[in-house]
């Protein structure tokens, strides 16, 4: 009896989160979490349920997460493999639900045997053990939003537990990144590691900000042989002895780089590629090999890997380019100081002059503290100013990103306001250059709004297809 | 040509929420005028001394790395630090940093964790965060010429109280302050100036950059009068917005 119940309400769930999937649609609103709560406040062990019907990979991280899974989707594909994934970044419980749900036929029958699953850090914990992934993936941890995540250790912590319920997962991690691996120290689950071979990374980024310069055992100062960005590197604590573990897979070379990508060596005790990664920014080859590494755990021979490194798109939003006349527009989410350093970094490979803009937002989804934007090297600017033709700042905080412009030593002459979004794709592609680049850096809300316009005006694809 | 020494204590451990904002403000603003900054970080293991120092920044840090100079700061710069503050050194502390300048942090289990004790004010931990933008009215500022109207961002759980040999840095306009009880933010003992405030502060905070500057030149410079004044209308234009969008007022515009 108890079990018909059960079945009944999981029915009910499923039928009033499709009824409101489909009338969001109706209206055009991409909303991904509405359907998800309806379902949650009619049968809150509804994720457990759904969990059941899928076999499960979850994917989280701070930064990377969206570009990851687009990468492992691809290597999913390459198997043949049937998969739901929650495209739009909508990664806390209430989105999932919202895409489990929409997998599902309207007799509660999966229509995908496998999800794919990007998962907010923050969430982590309590959905790790209610989703039983058979794999996990984790990216990387940085500095993030303080505000709403508190401290790093606990973000790590979060994770740590989550992973500590689900012991027959295999973990994926970056050995780079010494909150990352410790993850996989002492844990029953079989470990992946992933990172970048010593002294390859071109440019290194060893800050003073640096998260985790103290070693997370012994609170003794790490000794790094080789620093890629931030604290991710070959790091050795020389007191208590925890070190980069060895990889399983490795990018080994980087044989060239530009603005549009790079072609790297991929090796490891099974596999050794070379292959063109049609992603720009140094950043994404962890991601890439983060998908390398699910790639071998499912099994896929090398071509099979190098086949679908080398031909996925960009994540929603992370980084887009859409030709406008004989320009291209090109839109880069920044959400935390390492991203926006990498991004900055990726900028200095752009040859040609471009129009460079700034919305940054102070929303919720953003983050209500900006103060992180002290913690960007903004400096850099400085090595490619004269390729800028303006600097734009918009956002509900143009004014303090103007203020932190000046400070980073950008001449104030250059530095336009303009908070009208529509405004500022006009004003900023009028001053773009037939076959040069505008480039808008927005953080995550002010993204969704000139996405919107963007979408209305060029009829850039709707985000939830 | 005028010089000062600005010294960072900690800089790769107390450096939360942008605090090196305020260091490239006071350099920056230094600069603009033609006043040599050196800068010189004071970590794990560095000697700290007071009299190669004009002005001393403290941050705030996460419980972590906190716990990591712990030993360091009361064993090996404690009584530095203290000479430094009576000694009328500019010392600009924020968030963490005001709390480790105070006598002890109070956990909120009870645990009291010593500090340095070289302001009479003490922190005890509480279970709500204080967390959103700031304004707040300091009485010093004006007597500078300006509104007094300082802003910036609090995310703190600690409530911190002071004892009579020590002023607020002014009066809560807009958000929580020290403790959201008394209505006041901030310390001021000699020149040392303790805030929550970070965001970062001193650059949408041009006046009260140019008051600790002030300060600490004429701490040096016994033939010292006034600084220069700098074009800061975009920093008027950040500072003015929050005021405006917290109190629904207009600021005077400096």
Redesign the interface.
């Known amino acids: 009896m108890k079990q018909r119940f059960k079945l009944l309400r999981f029915w009910a769930a499923v039928i009033t989160a499709k009824c409101a999937i489909v009338i969001l649609r109706l209206f055009k609103s991409g909303g991904t979490s509405l359907p998800g709560k309806l379902a949650l406040k009619l049968y809150p062990q509804i994720l457990d349920h759904l969990a059941g019907l899928f076999r499960v990979t979850m994917i989280t991280g701070t930064n990377g997460k969206t570009t990851t899974s687009r990468i492992v989707l691809s290597m999913m594909e390459q198997k043949g493999l049937k998969v739901i994934t929650n495209k739009s970044g909508a990664n806390l419980s209430s989105g999932i639900t919202t895409t489990l749900i929409s997998a599902l036929t309207l007799g509660g029958r999966p229509r995908f045997s496998h999800a794919l699953l990007e998962t907010d850090e923050a969430a982590f914990r309590t959905l790790a053990p209610r989703l039983k992934p058979e794999t996990v993936i984790v990216t990387n941890f940085f500095r993030d939003q303080l505000d709403r995540y508190g401290e790093l250790h606990t973000t790590v912590n979060n994770v740590r537990e989550g992973i500590s319920r689900i012991p027959d997962a295999v973990l994926i991690l970056n050995a780079d990144d010494s909150l990352c691996a410790s993850l996989g120290r002492n844990a029953p689950n079989k470990v992946i590691y992933f990172g970048m071979g010593e002294g390859i990374y071109p440019e290194s980024g060893a800050s003073i900000n640096s998260d985790a310069a103290f070693c997370i055992q012994c609170k003794s100062r790490y000794e790094y042989s080789s620093v890629t960005f931030g604290h991710l590197g070959h790091f050795r604590c020389p007191s208590c002895g925890y070190e980069r573990p060895h990889t399983h897979v490795e990018c080994s070379g980087i044989l060239f780089y530009d603005s549009l990508g790079s072609h790297v060596e991929i090796s490891g005790p099974d596999l050794r590629i070379s292959v063109k990664l049609a992603l720009p920014g140094l950043y994404n080859i962890y991601n890439a090999l983060a998908g390398a590494s699910f790639g071998l755990a499912l099994g896929l021979d090398e071509k099979a890997i190098a086949a679908a490194l080398s031909g996925f798109e960009c994540g929603f939003g992370r980084m887009e380019t859409i030709a406008i006349q004989d320009k291209e527009l090109k839109m880069i989410l920044v959400k935390n100081p390492t991203g926006f350093n990498q991004v900055l970094r990726y900028l200095l490979t752009q040859e040609k002059p471009f129009v460079l803009a700034f919305a940054i937002n102070d929303r919720l989804a953003d983050g209500t503290d900006i103060s992180w934007l002290w913690d960007v090297d903004f400096e850099v600017l400085a090595l490619m100013a004269e390729r800028v033709r303006n600097f734009y700042v918009s956002g509900i905080r143009a004014e303090d990103m103007a203020v932190r412009l000046k400070y980073a030593g950008i001449s104030t002459d250059r530095i336009r306001m303009e908070k009208d979004y529509r405004q500022l794709i006009t004003r900023a592609l009028q001053e773009t250059g037939a076959g040069e680049t505008c480039c808008i850096l927005p953080t995550y809300t002010a993204m969704l709004d000139i996405r919107r316009i963007l979408k209305k005006q060029f009829g850039l694809k709707e985000f939830w297809k | 040509m005028y010089e000062l020494t600005i010294c960072h204590l900690y800089?790769?451990?107390l450096?939360?929420?942008?605090?090196?904002?305020n260091i490239?403000?006071l350099t920056?603003r230094c600069e603009w005028r033609g006043i040599r900054v050196h800068s010189r970080?004071v970590s794990?293991g560095d000697r700290f001394s007071p009299d190669e120092c004009d002005i001393l920044f403290i941050g705030g840090g996460?419980?972590?790395?906190q716990?990591?100079i712990q030993d360091d700061l009361l064993k090996g710069k404690r009584e530095a630090i203290k000479e430094a503050v009576e000694a009328g050194k500019v010392i600009l502390a924020v968030c963490g940093g005001m709390q480790l300048l105070g006598r002890y942090y109070r956990t909120h289990d009870g645990k009291d964790i010593a500090c340095i004790g070289a302001v009479d004010l003490w922190t005890h931990g509480s279970h709500d965060r204080l967390?959103?933008?700031l304004v707040f009215e300091c009485d010093f500022l004006k007597k500078d010429g300006f509104d007094g109207l300082v802003v910036g961002?609090e995310?703190h759980s600690g409530k911190t109280w002071m004892g009579p040999g020590v002023r607020p840095m002014g009066k809560v306009i807009a958000g929580f302050g020290n403790n959201g009880e008394d209505g006041f933010e901030g310390a001021v003992y000699k020149n040392t100036y303790c805030t929550y405030s970070?965001?970062?502060l001193l650059?949408?905070n041009p006046a009260l950059a140019d008051h600790l500057i002030t300060l600490a030149l004429k701490n040096r410079y016994t033939d010292f009068e006034a600084l220069p004044p700098l074009?800061d209308s975009?920093?008027a234009?950040?500072r003015e917005?929050m005021i405006r969008r917290l109190t629904g007022k207009q600021g005077s515009g400096r």
């Open positions: 800089p790769d451990l450096n939360l929420y942008g605090d090196r904002g490239i403000a920056k970080p794990l996460q419980d972590y790395e716990s990591i967390i959103g933008n961002f995310n970070h965001g970062s650059p949408k074009d975009l920093e234009a950040a917005a």
